[in-house]
């Protein structure tokens, strides 16, 4: 089993930055990948980014060049550096892990105002 605990959602305006970070715990030798999904009210949770375990990112293309995906392996942390946020990345977020099983967090709430 992994826990995963998401946090740094809020509401910013547009244009403005956040850091969400994912605190793991359990089995986190397991972990093969983590990342990022968001869900926009009234629409199906959509991909974001993600980390392989040897450290190469992937980033859907309406984000690419806006955000950032990291992973501190010492205090098993992922992290989304948001960055040039729209209306549109309004969302919960939530952090994803497969060990191999899939494992998901409770998510985290962005607001992006116009």
């Known amino acids: 089993q992994v826990q995963l605990v998401e946090s740094g959602g809020g509401l910013v305006q547009a244009g403005g930055s956040l850091e969400l970070s994912c605190l793991a715990s359990?089995?986190?030798?397991?972990?093969?990948?983590m990342g990022w999904y968001r869900q926009a009210p009234g629409k199906e949770r959509e991909f974001v980014a993600q980390?392989?375990?040897?450290?190469?990112?992937m980033y859907a293309n309406s984000v690419l060049g806006r955000f950032s995906i990291s992973r501190d392996n010492d205090k098993n942390i992922l992290y989304l550096q948001l960055n040039n946020l729209k209306p549109e990345d309004t969302g919960v977020y939530y952090c994803?892990?497969?060990?191999?099983?899939?494992?998901w967090g409770r998510g985290t709430q962005v607001t992006v105002s116009s």
């Open positions: 994803n892990a497969r060990a191999p099983n899939e494992f």
């Open positions: 359990g089995r986190i030798v397991d972990i093969l990948s």
């Open positions: 980390i392989l375990h040897g450290g190469v990112p």
